[in-house]
């Protein structure tokens, strides 16, 4: 089962639980303050990138593609812009992207580093190679183990 954390964006600064003010006051009631004050909540997705940092709803991944965490129907997925026209969930793109031996990085998030989200859609030719790392990494099911700790990436 993967760890539940939480991150928040104020509007200036990201606020982390790394002082245990989480733990202090109760998830509950973090979620109510900061739905009260106008903050951005993001969860831990239960997975790392290729350098061990956390991935969070919210973050901005670079792996040949650049890519966005989201939550949608039931679970977290990439998206290449916010129409949701190509997506995977992000226990699949890693495993795509760790066969492809083109590891997955955190390049920052959709709050402090909006400017990442400027980027061009995606090509027809760059959807179909997409496509078909899919294809091929589903012919060779079961998944690799992107995150040995994070079995069930919906907790």
């Not at 239960?46 to 061990?52: A, E, L, P, Q, R």
């Not at 966005?68 to 998206?79: A, H, L, Q, S, Y």
């Not at 290449?80 to 998030?109: F, H, Q």
Request: aromatic share 12%; hydrophobic share 35%; net charge negative.
């Amino acid at each position: 089962m993967r760890q539940i954390k939480f991150r928040f964006w104020n509007g200036h600064a990201m606020l982390c639980d790394h002082d245990g003010w989480i733990e202090d006051i109760g998830i509950n009631e973090a979620i109510r303050c900061s739905k009260e004050y106008g903050y951005e909540i993001m969860q831990f997705t239960g997975f790392k990138d290729n350098t061990g940092f956390d991935i969070y709803e919210g973050d901005i991944l670079d792996a040949k593609f650049k890519v966005t965490v989201k939550w949608f129907d039931g679970r977290f997925e990439v998206v290449n812009d916010d129409t949701i026209a190509c997506t995977y969930s992000l226990r699949e793109w890693l495993a795509m992207r760790i066969r492809a031996k083109c590891p997955s990085v955190v390049l920052g998030n959709i709050h402090a580093n909006y400017e990442l989200l400027n980027v061009q859609k995606w090509t027809q030719e760059e959807i179909d190679e997409i496509n078909k790392e899919a294809d091929e990494l589903h012919k060779s099911l079961p998944l690799p183990d992107v995150h040995p700790e994070s079995e069930d990436q919906n907790g």
